[in-house]
């Protein structure tokens, strides 16, 4: 039989887009100016040659994408950034698709816009990490079978309804209130955090303090004694004493007359409990006992202790409106400046879901700068050190999205977007400084920064290997060589030496520009 197939979407252009991200120029990033000291940047510039100008350094590396891109309504000014009729889109598609582009519809448009875009994203997801996108009912269907594609129908999370508007836009037949946040997740290690119960209130207590119980055993049938039989194992159960809560002791070894339990059997498949022998017994009449049910029957429970609770698909509070994101900003700036930014809550519950103390969070459609804004509120809240990326390419990048991050008591540093790597014939870019070739290089052969040294032609030195750029590899190159390293990787036009002298000496020669490494 054959493999279960993913259905995929066309469209007019297609063909031409699908590997576009792996020929989209690499830019290098100019710092123009910082506000205090951190790693945190800002980008002026089309966030399609910013990303990958991102890759060198961040290709999976961010823990937490999130990405608020034109909603294409088809109402140009709805909402910001949303014409794509944009000269530049225009340009680039003529570029890219060429005369077929004039015929494109725009829906045709806007996934080509958005189709690279979401490649060079996946690649600088950390393999445990999320990415998510608002959108509405506009292109929503269109997204998720592109998502599919470019992530994997099996990394889909969820789809969440937020209510971002609770009297609705009056158009279209039917006042629509909401809006939809997809989620994907680049491999099965995601593990998204619990968020804090607001409403939740413990009923049950011990010494160890307020409880809420959960049946420890898996009802998913896909788990059983079958794939899973270290997870199928009986509780013995007390059955003559119970506690202040109602709830029985247990063993793991056999008593006398003791109630013996096995996971319940559901549609005939023998279920299994969802923790281990070995967690079980760390835990027994802890955090599990047993619960009389009806009929004389029995159920193995878990206290759960955390006040907190897995996100749910609707988000319907208040904050979460896109009107307080309006509020806000008004407030910070003292007037109105941008239309309909994100509201803070959204991207706080966001950035609390999907992201560790440490990790890296990239917007690349960063508008008014409300996802820098929550990473910095949540780094206050809990002490954690997360970074941010955004990204922004209209003329506002700087006196709304940066400016407001600096108002909010955020540092960064706000780059543009510099020369390329290789000219339009695929040689290094003759304007470029050295430095900066040998920044690239050293980075894509080591992952570490290029430090400048005495040395002319030494790009570093890293795990008893040297790195060397010289325009021609020959004897007389050779000698002018003064770092000693067990092993050499010598980058140069062209090589005057044979194989077996190039083995001879340890040394790896990579011709330029062909052997440069082209993310």
Not at 70 to 91: A, C, F, H, M
């Amino acid at each position: 039989m054959g493999g279960f197939s993913v259905p995929t979407l066309n469209w007019l252009g297609k063909d031409k887009v699908v590997t576009y991200h792996q020929h989209v120029p690499f830019h290098f990033l100019d710092k123009k100016f910082s506000v205090g000291n951190s790693e945190n940047m800002i980008i002026h510039g089309d966030n399609l040659l910013a990303l990958k100008s991102l890759l060198p350094r961040y290709e999976s590396k961010i823990k937490c994408i999130y990405i608020d891109p034109p909603y294409n309504t088809g109402n140009e000014g709805w909402i910001y950034n949303d014409n794509v009729s944009d000269p530049r889109l225009q340009k680039w598609l003529g570029q890219v698709v060429g005369k077929e582009g004039e015929d494109l519809t725009r829906h045709d448009k806007w996934l080509c816009m958005m189709y690279p875009r979401l490649r060079l994203l996946q690649k600088l997801l950390r393999d445990d990490g999320a990415i998510f996108i608002s959108i509405d009912d506009n292109e929503v269907a269109s997204l998720k079978f592109v998502c599919d594609e470019i992530f994997g129908a099996s990394n889909f999370i969820s789809q969440i309804t937020l209510v971002a508007n609770l009297s609705g836009r009056d158009y279209g037949g039917i006042a629509r209130m909401h809006e939809y946040i997809l989620v994907y997740r680049k491999s099965p290690l995601l593990q998204l955090n619990l968020i804090n119960d607001e409403e939740g209130k413990f009923k049950m207590f011990d010494k160890f303090g307020g409880f809420e119980l959960r049946e420890l055993r898996n009802r998913n049938v896909r788990f059983n004694d079958g794939n899973r039989p270290n997870l199928y194992y009986p509780f013995y159960i007390d059955t003559e004493s119970a506690d202040e809560n109602g709830l029985h002791k247990i063993s793991l070894e056999k008593k006398e007359n003791w109630l013996e339990l096995y996971p319940l059997e559901s549609q005939g498949i023998k279920t299994v409990w969802r923790w281990g022998k070995e967690k079980a017994t760390a835990n027994l009449n802890v955090n599990i006992m047993a619960k009389p049910m009806k009929n004389n029957r029995y159920m193995i429970v878990e206290k759960y202790r955390e006040e907190k609770k897995m996100a749910r698909s609707v988000w319907m509070e208040k904050e979460f409106r896109n009107e307080s994101g309006t509020l806000l900003l008004k407030e910070i700036f003292g007037g109105k400046v941008f239309d309909y930014p994100k509201s803070l809550e959204t991207l706080l519950r966001i950035v609390e879901l999907a992201t560790e103390k440490n990790s890296i969070v990239l917007d690349c459609f960063a508008g008014s700068g409300t996802t820098a804004h929550a990473v910095i509120n949540l780094n206050q809240q809990d002490g954690g050190s997360r970074r941010f990326i955004l990204i922004e390419m209209e003329d506002y990048a700087e006196n709304i999205t940066a400016e407001r991050v600096k108002r909010v008591g955020g540092n960064f540093n706000f780059y543009e977007l510099g020369e390329t790597l290789f000219d339009e014939d695929g040689f290094l870019n003759e304007n470029l400084p050295r430095e900066k070739i040998f920044e690239y290089i050293y980075f894509s052969e080591t992952g570490k920064n290029f430090v400048p040294s005495a040395e002319e032609n030494l790009m570093g030195v890293n795990d008893d290997r040297a790195y060397y750029f010289f325009e021609n590899l020959s004897w007389t190159t050779l000698a002018e060589i003064k770092t000693r390293a067990k092993y050499y990787t010598i980058y140069a036009e062209a090589c005057n030496l044979s194989d077996a002298e190039l083995s001879k000496y340890n040394i790896t020669y990579k011709q330029i520009p062909f052997d440069v490494r082209r993310y």
